[in-house]
């Protein structure tokens, strides 16, 4: 063959590839602040190597500039785009576009580069070459942003200016809105690829137009191509039968002609369903891209069972099909489809990324149990995809915030499971259930609106931890601001929750100007120099607003010590959830005491302060005997706290008595010792009126159990209710309010456990009447502390688990 | 000399490197990339990454692994010392998986390769144990650590929580 007829067949294969590359199909969105969408968090800057601590947030251009070889000139873009819009979705393309309102005198390449550090949006005009917010600096030594040295895309950007740039992103929007776990998005930086460039005599910059131009079509774009996920997923499990219902969700975006990523769009037009048997379908298992729909009798992909798969928008799905047995828990994935222009090959609502491969974790999930007799199913299911553990923040009725040690905060409808804030990043991981104050119940300036407050340990850089606060405006519409609380080399952790001391549910007593969040620090290892902190919501920087500290350590007050005066009142850390006590103004600590059972008197354990003092006084403190890492609780009548250690011992404290410091014993009404010991007391002691007394539930290694406070007589006592109750695993916390009964009107509370489930038991007596699965994986799954929402028909319970969703099931469950 | 510059390479392998250039048409990073690690490149050490953790009270260390008390650990430090590591800037990821595989926790930590650095950096992330879901709920057995940089695994070991 001549080497002319070798290049005419190498043409042809060259030719036929590009032929046979499947067309896309989806719809798409651009991400712009123009036409309606605010951009709210978006964030444009530039950093400068020259002018390390000058901001730029408020330029009209970004500067990307190299400079000759061993210069130390350099310019770097910032972007972060808002992704609210976005729903959940396999993502097909994205495409950024930048106008070039300036080009650089040579032709360079500039690359995308992912950050991996948080940066406040609301604090952007801090951001700098130096300092990520307004007191946190890159831990990049020598500052210019922490990001991976890899590049997500490149391009050339010629010499001509008033032109439009673009990057193909779609792999970082993929990792944002999906992944195994998601990324957080912490948005790109955009440089030079060759900064201290040798062959350069002299400096090189172009300009990029920013969120400033006055032309909103000159503005940074984000075109998001994708296919969004089926949406209200149902299960009703019965005798060999599970019937599922879903919807699909309107189009958002443009679904037809070519896309500006350059992939044809199409709308959603068919679904397959996948099917698992007692585990949750397989993340390998999906119908893959471009090919046609799964056909045949009861095929398999990745091990999984297809039980539907349809060219229409059908929307319900009697599965008495292939081989469902009662007794087992069948796991469903449903898929949206769209086809493919006039071809028979479709496209599927899933994710790829470069580190997992194709990624169906976010995927509309669903199960049942069929059974002639019990068959069950959860309400809903939704995926997180990081272990879920902390219990679900909630506005009962409208928000629940998931969290997991992932820095992603995520948010559902408690009805329904449908998502309602997009994957959201956050400073770090957040291990605890976030209050939420609804509409109208805060006082941040402006309006009334809804808010979240997040307490997250930094994951990022050598020291410091970050707090979030979360303004809800509307559901699926939100701005954040982060308020960095250290940033020194401690870097201590936040194990606990925040309380709230919030101005509407207050007395004339409290006097603070405006509501407080009550937290304190695990700085692990240091067994003395841990704080409680109260910080004024207004709050934006570290320490400047008002609210009060309690410094351990530090000369405080008479009492805490058997050392003559000055005295000091040493601090260990603090896993716990402070306890406020709206009536009496105090609010009461729990903390660890020197790593021991038996703990240090200048050390205390149990915490108690005035909260309207401005200064956080301690009026009270004590050692118990040991850690604790079981927060206080307050019984409805605010008029006993009741503290759980992990020696396994119950104490019983007088909440109404004055206390005015300096630190005095706090009157101590009784205490109960568990035995035999079954560890520590875990959570917080669950307190249920009980005619005039209160019953005590609380879960140690292996029980649930419960005891009787009389108040007539301020003492524990195993009569009228005592009982232990073995589940055969690792409970959570239990959960109950008064008034939650079961079918036959008897007052129940709920349990997690590490077999899967989540177990019902009777207050009077502890028999564990009813169970409901959420992954019977492995023995089960361990399930995390759980939430009740009594403001939904019929009420939920919520719980994440250790495989990354969150369940939601029906109450009661008999 | 202008060429090897260019292509950080020494002056004796002026002539590969012009030859690389000119045959791969890649201009010299992509050089770099294809011969840098070997293929008759120079000898260049490849990137390492040794993981050791600490016990954040004791100061009690183990290489490539460790065995730890969880209820009497209250965190562990996990060190990642770099070696061999291009120059530039980086991302290190410390991921935690826990015995049943499902994904437990994330790190990052941005840190920058130059000259003065010769291409070793060490990084430490403590995890904290007490009073944390790994006791309270009992989490205990072999986890994964994986690290990562940039995105790709490049060590993994074990920690095993008694």
């Known amino acids: 063959m001549s080497m002319r007829s070798k290049l005419a067949v190498l043409a042809a294969i060259v030719l036929m590839g590009a032929v046979a590359k499947p067309v896309r199909a989806q719809e798409e969105v651009v991400l712009q602040q123009a036409n309606g969408d605010s ?3 978006a964030i444009n800057t530039w950093l400068d190597r020259t002018s390390q601590n000058t901001a730029h947030s408020a330029d009209v251009d970004l500067h990307i500039q190299a400079g000759q070889a061993l210069s130390t000139v350099a310019q770097r873009a910032l972007l972060q785009f808002d992704f609210s819009r976005i729903p959940r979705a396999g993502i097909k393309g994205a495409k950024m576009v930048l106008l070039l309102d300036t080009a650089p005198a040579s032709n360079r390449t500039w690359g995308v580069h992912l950050i991996t550090s948080f940066q406040a949006v609301l604090l952007q005009s801090n951001i700098t070459w130096a300092n990520r917010t307004n007191q946190l600096l890159w831990s990049t030594a020598g500052g210019g942003g922490d990001f991976n040295g890899g590049t ?47 062959t350069l005599s002299g ?30 997923p149902t299960a009703t499990a019965g005798n060999g039968v599970v019937n599922l219902s879903w919807t699909f969700p309107a189009a958002i975006g443009t679904t037809s002609g070519t896309g500006v990523t350059g992939l044809a769009l199409n709308p959603t037009s068919g679904v397959v369903i996948l099917r698992f048997q007692d585990a949750p379908v397989p993340d390998a298992a999906f119908p893959t891209d471009g090919t046609a729909l799964p056909s045949g009798s009861c095929p398999t992909i990745g091990g999984a069972t297809v039980v539907l798969s349809s060219s229409s928008l059908t929307t319900s799905l009697t599965d008495n099909l292939c081989s469902i047995t009662n007794g087992h828990t069948y796991f469903y994935k449903v898929f949206a489809a769209a086809k493919i222009g006039a071809t028979t090959n479709y496209n599927y609502s899933t994710n790829g990324t470069v580190a997992t491969g194709q990624d169906t974790g976010f995927v509309t999930e669903i199960a049942g149990t069929p059974s002639a007799s019990s068959p069950q199913a ?26 997991d040690n992932n820095p992603v905060l995520q948010g559902f409808n408690p009805s329904n499971g449908n998502d309602v804030l997009a994957p959201m990043a956050v400073g770090g991981p957040v291990s605890s259930r976030p209050p939420i104050l609804r509409v109208g119940e805060n006082d941040l300036s402006g309006p009334l609106i809804a808010a979240t407050y997040i307490l997250s340990s930094q994951s990022s850089g050598p020291g410091g931890d970050l707090q979030a606060i979360i303004n809800v405006n509307t559901v699926g519409s939100f701005v954040d601001y982060i308020n960095p609380l250290f940033f020194d080399a401690s870097a201590p952790h936040f194990t606990g929750s925040i309380a709230i001391y919030a101005k509407a549910f207050s007395n004339i007593g409290n006097l603070e100007p405006s509501d407080d969040m009550i937290f304190g620090t695990n700085i692990v290892g240091d067994v003395n120099n841990n704080i409680i902190i109260s910080e004024d919501v207004n709050t934006t920087s570290a320490g400047s607003g008002t609210g009060w500290r309690i410094f351990g350590n530090s000369t405080t007050s008479l009492g805490c010590s058997t050392i003559a005066f000055p005295a000091v009142c040493m601090m260990d850390g603090i896993t716990s959830t402070p306890l406020v006590d709206y009536i009496h103004n105090t609010i009461w600590v729990t903390t660890h005491n020197n790593n021991s059972a038996a703990g240090t008197a200048e050390r205390p354990d149990i915490w108690k302060m005035d909260a309207s003092a401005f200064n956080g006084n301690v009026s009270a403190a004590i050692n118990v005997g040991g850690d604790i890492d079981s927060s206080p609780t307050l019984s409805i009548d605010n008029t006993v706290v009741f503290v759980g250690t992990n020696a396994g011992k119950l104490f019983a404290f007088d909440a109404v008595s004055t206390d005015v410091g300096p630190p005095v014993t706090p009157h101590q009404y009784d205490s109960f010792t568990v035995s035999p010991n079954n560890g520590a007391i875990k959570g917080f002691p669950l307190v249920i009126p009980n005619g005039a007394n209160f019953t005590v539930i609380f879960s140690m290694d292996t029980t649930v159990e419960a005891i009787t406070f009389v108040t007539s007589t301020d003492k524990f006592s195993a009569a009228p209710i005592s009982w232990k109750t073995s589940l055969g695993c690792n409970p959570t916390t239990p959960v109950g309010a008064q008034g939650v009964v079961d079918n036959l009107s008897n007052p129940v509370i709920f349990v997690g456990c590490s077999d899967g489930k989540i177990h019902q038991l009777r207050i009077s007596d502890g028999v564990d009447e009813a169970q409901r699965i959420t992954n019977p994986a492995g023995g089960g799954v361990t399930v995390g502390d759980l939430s009740l929402d009594l403001f939904v028909s019929p009420n939920k319970i919520f719980a994440g688990t250790t495989d990354g969703r969150i369940y939601a099931f029906a109450i009661p469950f008999i | ?17 012009a030859a690389g250039c000119l045959l791969a048409m890649t201009g010299c990073a992509g050089l770099q990339g294809l011969l840098g690690f070997g293929g008759g490149g120079p000898t260049q050490p490849p990137m390492t990454a040794t993981i050791s953790f600490c016990d954040m009270v004791t100061s009690n260390c183990q290489s490539n692994a460790g065995t730890f008390t969880a209820s009497g650990t209250q965190g562990v430090n996990i060190a990642v010392k770099w070696q061999n590591t291009p120059l530039g800037n980086h991302t290190q990821q410390i991921q935690l998986l826990m015995p049943d595989g499902n994904f437990y926790q994330e790190f990052q930590a941005g840190f920058l390769i130059d000259s003065a650095s010769n291409g070793q950096a060490s990084i430490t992330r403590a995890i904290p144990i007490a009073g944390t879901f790994i006791t309270q709920r009992k989490l205990l057995g072999t986890w994964k650590v994986q690290v990562l940089l940039d995105g790709a695994v490049v060590n993994t070991a074990n920690l095993h929580l008694n």
Not at chain 1, 152 to 179: F, P
């Open chain 1, 203 to 232: 400096n090189v910059s172009g300009l990029l137009a920013t969120n400033q131009n006055v032309t909103p079509a000159s503005r940074p774009a984000l075109y998001v191509d994708f296919i969004q996920e089926v949406r209200n």
């Open chain 1, 39 to 41: 951009q709210a968090r």
């Open chain 1, 152 to 198: 997500i895309a490149t391009t050339a950007t010629g010499t001509t200016s008033s032109v439009t740039l673009s990057w193909d992103i779609v792999s970082a929007v993929k990792s944002w809105q999906a992944g195994i776990p998601p990324t957080p998005n912490y948005g790109v930086i955009i440089k030079d690829e060759t900064e201290q460039d040798g």
């Open chain 1, 378 to 403: 959860p309400d809903w299911i939704a995926p997180v995809r990081a272990a879920s553990l902390g219990a679900p923040g909630l506005d009962p009725g409208n928000l629940l915030i998931a969290v």
């Open chain 2, 1 to 17: 000399m202008r060429i090897s510059k260019m292509c950080g390479w020494t002056k004796n392998l002026f002539l590969i490197a």
